[in-house]
């Protein structure tokens, strides 16, 4: 089994500990970030999307414009976009990069945030649509010939792509969501299913719920862990580190008005990593659970703390368990990216090759 890593493209230099300043779009910082995950090995980078923030495919349209063979990971909300105008666009992307894009399909857990958009349907219903969404967006990618769809939120006469993903079948579909709505519509239509950086126990669990639901549809599924890995030559080095981060942190949302402790946002997905936290800041081997604490688990939020071959050897138990892509990305952004790509992706990629040779001995 191959070991995928993912990056992170953000508009502007801005993070848990690095306050937003300038413009939001920062063209020259898009440049040197997304420069940075390609030259550091990673195979894609991801490209968020809020209620607020610049719209992703066009952000990635200007990173692809720049890299040559970086992939992207384009968060994308369903039920904002017509699924079958969504598909050609994604598909034309695809086309025009040579076959670099993939979609990560976030249905979206804050009712007010999707509210700002308009968007006032349940979170159960936010997920029958999804199912419906990416129905017609797959047909729209795949099929020959026009085709009928009727469904509870979309109703298509004679849809047909004319513009097909470069990809194929179709662009790789990446999913979040943890809630009971979510895993039924994960197992239906991910390729890869996306978990943030649970405890080894959360992630063998949801694991096993992903799979049951896609072996409903005969299907097999891959997935993916995000962490914020905190790395340095020394053990202690990397957690006074770690340390630094939760105080820079807190300071800064004390100063921005913002809580620093007991809220959560209502999404499955927080909820399961506030309940990490709550069993400690330092859990299995070395997952991180400060920043999460501090914030509220607001998106990915834990880490794994150590040095360069401390932290592989811990991505390598997450792999043991079934995962195949790594979304990492770092507090100083561009900083951490050089280093993950000099220090650790590579040392990865390394232990992997010799698990794989040799799955005996894992096994043993």
Do not use: C
Not at 96 to 112: K, N, P, Q, W, Y
Not at 220 to 249: G, H, M, N
């Amino acid at each position: 089994m191959s070991v995928e890593f993912i990056g992170f493209v953000g508009t502007h230099n801005v993070s848990e500990i690095h306050p937003a300043s300038g413009p939001v779009i920062d063209r020259d910082y898009v440049e040197t970030v997304a420069k940075a995950h390609e030259n550091g090995g990673f195979d894609r980078a991801l490209v968020a999307f809020g209620s607020t923030s610049p719209e992703s495919q066009l952000v990635v349209a200007h990173a692809a414009s720049v890299t040559r063979r970086l992939g992207f990971m384009i968060a994308h909300r369903p039920g904002f976009t017509a699924p079958t105008v969504a598909a050609r666009q994604l598909a034309t992307l695809d086309q025009f990069t040579g076959g670099r894009i993939a979609v990560h399909i976030i249905t979206g857990g804050s009712d007010a945030e999707l509210a700002k958009d308009g968007d006032h349907l349940t979170k159960d219903e936010r997920y029958a649509r999804t199912d419906e969404y990416l129905d017609i967006v797959r047909q729209e990618w795949t099929s020959e010939k026009p085709f009928d769809y009727e469904g509870r939120y979309y109703k298509v006469d004679q849809g047909f792509g004319g513009v097909k993903p470069l990809q194929k079948p179709h662009i790789p579909i990446y999913f979040g969501g943890s809630s009971d709505a979510a895993i039924p519509v994960a197992g239906k239509h991910a390729d890869i299913y996306a978990l943030w950086g649970e405890t080894q126990a959360q992630v063998r669990e949801t694991i096993a719920r992903v799979r049951a639901a896609a072996a409903r549809h005969g299907r097999q599924v891959r997935f993916s862990l995000s962490l914020r890995p905190v790395l340095a030559e020394t053990e202690a080095t990397a957690w006074k580190r770690a340390d630094d981060i939760v105080e820079r942190a807190r300071a800064l949302r004390e100063a921005a008005g913002l809580p620093t402790s007991g809220h959560a946002p209502p999404n499955a997905g927080s909820q399961r990593l506030l309940d990490a936290a709550a069993a400690g800041t330092r859990l299995d081997k070395r997952l991180w659970t400060g920043v999460a604490a501090v914030t509220g688990a607001a998106g990915n939020s834990t880490g794994l703390v150590g040095t360069p071959e401390q932290v592989a050897e811990s991505l390598l138990d997450y792999y043991d368990l079934g995962v195949s892509t790594f979304l990492i990305r770092g507090f100083d952004p561009v900083d951490d990216a050089i280093a993950y790509g000099r220090d650790l992706i590579p040392l990865v990629r390394e232990l992997v090759a010799a698990r794989d040779a040799n799955p005996v001995a894992v096994a043993s």
